[in-house]
């Protein structure tokens, strides 16, 4: 339904924890943060398992990625404001 992708442009924020030092990001790094709307859990698992089996989707894998995979982290989310 959506699809966001975001990369750090004011990680140096007076309050909080900072995204620079919550992932422990070095001087020539920043943090890309993404996130997919789909219209339910279902729909979420029906497209995914879709995505996985798609061939095309390792031949687009690079041999080595350009980020940290320990680093990486991903989740589902309820809405609890939509205005």
């Known amino acids: ?3 966001r992708e ?5 990680l140096d ?3 909080g924890i900072p995204f620079k030092r919550l992932l422990k ?3 020539v790094e920043t ?5 997919i ?4 859990r279902a729909h979420r698992d029906r497209v ?12 687009m894998m690079p041999e ?5 995979w320990k680093r990486m982290t991903y989740g589902g989310f309820k809405v609890l404001v939509d205005e």
Do not use: H, T
């Not at 709307?37 to 339910?40: G, L, N, R």
């Open 13 to 15: 924020v007076p309050c």
């Open 64 to 68: 080595k990625v350009p980020f940290d």
């Open 6 to 10: 975001c990369a750090g442009d004011d």
């Open 1 to 3: 339904m959506e699809v």
């Open 31 to 35: 943090a890309v943060f993404s996130w």
């Open 48 to 59: 995914n398992s879709k995505v996985l089996k798609d061939p095309r989707l390792a031949s």
């Open 25 to 27: 990001l070095k001087r």
């Open 37 to 40: 709307v789909f219209k339910s």
